[in-house]
DNA sequence: AATGAATGAGAGTTCATTCAT
DNA sequence: TATGAATGAACTCTCATTCAT
């Protein structure tokens, strides 16, 4: 008792940490799955095979929940995307370090969620988006509307630049998570392409 | 029911004719405003003055009313794409061509409907378009990808293209709308130069 | 339906107004059984048949229906208690006229509400009153401790005799609603003399 | 647990005691403020730092601490009745040695309750006293019953006589306890003065 | 004996939908 | 056909109590 003392895990905060990351995980899937209105906190703990009650244990609502998640996502994220800005000298480089960012962020979280809810059945009303996706993308958008308000960018009318360009980051990741093996160079390749000129831009290949 | 069921519609057949109406009206601005998740059958109906049952002699479920909205958005929609389609030779005009008609309904439709709804409060997890909105996009969308398949773009990765293609006009347009005047012309052409040479083909002015 | 049309009733105004006083009937049997902590709402209309909402398009919340009932005791109960304060000539006068206003009260309303839960069954915790009797009770205080604030009463501590008025009037009330017959007469001769003499003053009888 | 069980109490012991005692202290407290319903196993454990489960160590329900504070209250005070009964030779000095008891504990278990929630922040549906004050009310009540069964007390009808004695020595009690500095000699001689002579029986001074 | 997370029944409440009028 | 009250399943959340540690 006196040497455990010091860190004493103990099975009880194992499991409450493991409770804690089931919750989460149950969390991002079903607000995937569902989106936020439609996801019930039944929906959540149902898959985690724990009690009604458990729930509260750990976060005291569904917007708790949502918001652990997004946070969680946002705080990952922006070191990373921090360092890439960093490195950039000019508009150019600024948005492929901000996509690439974007895109390891996606592949990486994609890959350890095991996302394995069978594609192709999403259901109407619905997104396909995680908290995490969400609160990631808006680090994105926030970079890019930044480095638009800056002067950055080229001088065309920056709201309409900072929509398009995000659009397009936004679901050409999306597309990317779909496909198998997922390609970040390769997407990150066709966004920054695309941004910087259009279809003349892209690459004329692999069709 | 034997006498007004003759041709001259009869005030009934008006009435009934004019609370669909007044029910879709309402159904739209709420699933607008609101969501489809959190928008009620209730809100609907209380926008119309009618009672609460009278909703489903019309529809046969919130979802129904839903479809309704969207099918005939895209019914409307449809011949006008086609029309400026058929007039396309060759990509380039087809996208300004698609984009256009997104545009020019998205403009009509705003400004019949007098969305007057406060701007700026937005709630949390609602996207803010109609079920018309959404369906005249998808229509976009399915024009781009079939004008995709087959062959008709630069041969660039065409999933990624479409996505981006897509997106870009989808953006740009919820941007439109939130400008005064609404300037269709200023978007679409704003759009197309982006689709088709990126930065480097925006004219580089009005910053 | 030309007729009928100035004051239709109806099955349906019936049944509204049937539903609105069988839920109040039952809520005041609830709070009085088991008090307001306690008692649910599930309880209430479980007592009256009707289905778990159709509470809610009756009340907006358990706190409303007690207000409703307190808040009917009360606006029942102030005209009584003004006509018969507005006869007394004096303190002596007026305790009587107080008392006897709110015992005739609860006398009237006990009859009417058909009060026939088995006596002695009080569980723990619980104060067997109802929420009119509540209110009206308030009223009576609020009235002597007006009336003694006036000056109007013997020029004793005006704390403490407030308190012993209002003791007396609550619990010997209590008491006379338990007895058979149900005697105002004797429960008000009988308080108002304990007042007004306190043991030396009672009628040494009946014992 | 071999050890600690021989005579010299031991440390477990002590904190067994002290704990138990911990949770009746909260529990006084909480019960006191919030009442029986409202109150929560959770808001008394809260108050003694201990965890929720150790409530159920030494109480078996929230039921039985309620039931515990409350006979311990009955069981300090009996003796001090009885002590006072013992001396009283007719119904006036038992009255007045019944309600002096009764106050002298009021007084004594207010003062070392330290009760210091603010006064005024009363809630609805809510009586602010502790389980001992209820269970030693119920002693002086049951005292003057069987006194008044007896035939101690004047001839007057003894269940209303009672239910007015007792309430004014409830009330005024109660007054007692909301003033300072606590003067438990000028309660009892007002209750006393006015059970035997009612208003007339009052020292007319001090208004 | 102490802990505090897990439990699950049950609370108040909402709402899509039904149905008698 | 219009009405709007009735319905009841499902929701979010609380809390007395249990139990593995």
């Known amino acids: 008792m006196s040497e455990a003392a010091v860190l004493p895990p103990g099975k009880r905060e194992l499991t409450k940490v493991a409770n804690r990351q089931?919750?989460?995980?149950?969390?991002?899937?079903?607000?995937?799955?569902?989106?936020y209105e439609t996801a019930t906190v039944r929906d959540i703990i149902r898959r985690t095979g724990l009690a009604a009650g458990?729930?509260?244990?750990?976060?005291?609502?569904?917007?708790?929940?949502?918001?652990?998640?997004?946070?969680?996502?946002?705080?990952?994220?922006?070191?990373?995307?921090?360092?890439?800005?960093?490195?950039?000298?000019n508009w150019e480089e600024f948005v492929q370090a901000a996509i690439e960012a974007y895109y390891l962020f996606l592949a990486d979280a994609h890959k350890s969620w095991l996302n394995q809810r069978p594609?192709?059945?999403?259901?109407?009303?619905?997104?396909?988006?995680?908290?995490?996706?969400?609160?990631?993308?808006?680090?994105?958008?926030?970079?890019?509307?930044?480095?638009?308000?800056?002067?950055?960018a080229p001088a065309a009318d920056p709201d309409y630049l900072a929509a398009a360009c995000i659009a397009i980051a936004r679901e050409v990741?999306?597309?990317?998570?779909?496909?198998?093996?997922?390609?970040?160079?390769?997407?990150?390749?066709?966004?920054?392409?695309?941004?910087?000129?259009?279809?003349?831009?892209?690459?004329?290949?692999?069709?």
């Open 22 to 35: 089931a919750i989460l995980d149950a969390a991002r899937e079903v607000f995937g799955e569902l989106g």
């Open 54 to 89: 458990t729930f509260y244990n750990y976060f005291r609502s569904k917007d708790e929940v949502y918001l652990a998640l997004a946070s969680e996502g946002a705080r990952q994220f922006a070191p990373l995307l921090k360092a890439q800005r960093a490195q950039s000298a």
């Open 119 to 152: 594609p192709g059945e999403t259901q109407p009303h619905v997104h396909g988006e995680t908290p995490e996706m969400a609160a990631v993308f808006n680090e994105v958008r926030d970079a890019i509307l930044e480095e638009i308000a800056r002067g950055g």
């Open 173 to 207: 990741g999306e597309k990317m998570l779909a496909r198998r093996p997922i390609d970040v160079k390769g997407a990150t390749a066709f966004a920054v392409a695309m941004i910087q000129g259009g279809l003349k831009g892209l690459p004329q290949a692999e069709a």
